[in-house]
């Protein structure tokens, strides 16, 4: 009786381990499509020269191009709004200074 329930505890730990590794992955994105998902859902107002836009591209790498850029250099009449660079909208909300990926990813829902 004692090696049934020991069995059974086993199993149970098993399947508490699994899902939780499951539900704690990143929705099965690469680093690509999660770069996609978070362009999609929201813009990313920078500026030459602006040392925080190159540490936010960095954490992106080669997936930076995927995002939604504005450039405030280059596109001032697009900018109006903006103080701060780097800026974040996301739904609407402000968010200045760089973000995390994982923040970014709970920001957008991606």
Avoid at 29 to 47: F, H, M, P, R, V
């Amino acid at each position: 009786m004692n090696k049934k329930i020991l069995i059974n505890i086993i199993i149970i730990l098993a399947i508490i381990i699994f899902s939780l590794i499951v539900l704690n992955s990143s929705k099965g994105y690469t680093e690509e499509d999660l770069a996609k998902c978070i362009g999609k859902n929201s813009e990313l107002y920078i500026q030459l020269g602006c040392h925080a836009c190159s540490t936010q591209e960095e954490m992106f790498g080669e997936s930076y191009q995927y995002l939604n850029v504005i450039d405030c250099w280059s596109n001032e009449n697009q900018c109006d709004e903006i103080t701060y660079t780097p800026t974040w909208i996301i739904e609407g909300e402000e968010y200045i200074g760089a973000r995390s990926i994982e923040e970014l990813k709970q920001l957008t829902g991606c």
